[in-house]
């Protein structure tokens, strides 16, 4: 900060200049806290090693991006952010939670993995690893695959 007291059409009447210290000023104000949002997210993956993804909504947060399957994000610590609230029936392994800041909120995803073998659910489709870094995937649910299968989204396609 260098203020530029003498060329500021207000010094006369500066209450940065009366204290002594211009240079303190502005105050900055704190920061609100952002408001925590809970969830859950579930990496399905295939014998092959494809991962079930599904297209979100055009419109809200994240719009016409790829995931994987989520709760809602506005759950608290409920049944909402454990393998109870998984989209399809599967050996749900609890494989981490990963926190991830928006402008507006903070989010915290319980991130579970599981094998799946058969088709995927209406609305969904299966990406190959080696594919999954061409999707439009946002760096949370980046985040969501490598907490449940580390190196998934840097893999190269099979030479």
């Avoid at 029936?89 to 579970?112: K, M």
Wanted: hydrophobic letters at 40%; one cysteine or more; charged letters at 30%.
């Amino acid at each position: 900060r260098r203020p530029r007291c003498m060329l500021c059409p207000l010094r006369e009447d500066c209450s940065a200049i009366l204290s002594g210290d211009p240079e303190r000023f502005p105050v900055r104000l704190p920061k609100d806290d952002k408001p925590l949002r809970r969830g859950a997210a579930f990496v399905a993956e295939r014998n092959d090693g494809a991962i079930l993804l599904r297209k979100r909504p055009e419109k809200g947060l994240l719009g016409g991006m790829t995931e994987v399957p989520t709760t809602s994000w506005s759950a608290r610590v409920d049944g909402a952010t454990t393998e109870a609230a998984a989209p399809l029936p599967a050996d749900w392994r609890h494989a981490g939670r990963i926190a991830h800041v928006f402008t507006h909120f903070a989010l915290e995803l319980e991130v579970f993995h599981a094998h799946i073998k058969g088709d995927a659910p209406d609305g969904h489709f299966w990406s190959l690893a080696h594919e999954i870094s061409g999707e439009a995937l946002p760096t949370v649910m980046k985040r969501v695959i490598e907490a449940a299968i580390p190196g998934a989204t840097r893999r190269q396609r099979p030479q």
